[in-house]
């Protein structure tokens, strides 16, 4: 993957640990979150991914419990043809305002493969399963 700074003072995504799946994602700009509202918040970078890969972008574990922050779209997906500049949709569910500042870590990205299969329509019954079609809620709350 090759990661491109937009501006002199970008900052590159750091893995934290070396063996962590995601690397931190900083913040570029200085953004007010209020109470119950989301902003997009700007990155400074944009990133050339290798074939058949996506990122995935997903909330930082310590912004979501200790302040209510995460990610709206959440994972939010980045795909192999998009390299404009990588920005995180932040919503804030707690009742106070939050302060993004620039070089805070805002959110994770996860470089995955991904699988195309072709598509092929089918008008007859799908094999039976045991679930069937029970979806949300079918197992109990």
């Known amino acids: 993957m090759k990661i491109r700074l937009l501006y002199p003072d970008s900052t590159l995504p750091t893995y934290a640990h070396e063996t962590d799946s995601g690397m931190d994602l ?6 007010l979150i209020p109470p119950g509202e989301w902003r ?10 290798s074939p058949l890969t996506e990122a995935q972008i997903r909330p930082r ?11 709206l779209n959440s994972p939010g997906t980045i795909d192999e043809g998009y390299q404009g500049e990588i920005k995180v949709i932040l919503i804030n569910h707690s009742s106070q ?6 070089g805070m870590r805002i959110a994770q990205m996860v470089i995955a493969p991904i ?17 069937g079609n029970g979806g949300f809620g079918s197992t109990g709350v």
């Open 26 to 31: 900083i913040a570029h700009e200085d953004v």
């Open 40 to 49: 997009l918040i700007g990155t400074g970078i944009a990133i050339e991914l």
């Open 115 to 131: 699988v195309r299969p072709p598509i092929q329509v089918f008008r007859g019954e799908l094999v039976e399963t045991s679930r």
């Open 61 to 71: 574990s310590g912004l979501a419990s200790k302040h209510g922050i995460t990610v």
């Open 97 to 102: 305002p939050f302060d993004v500042t620039k």
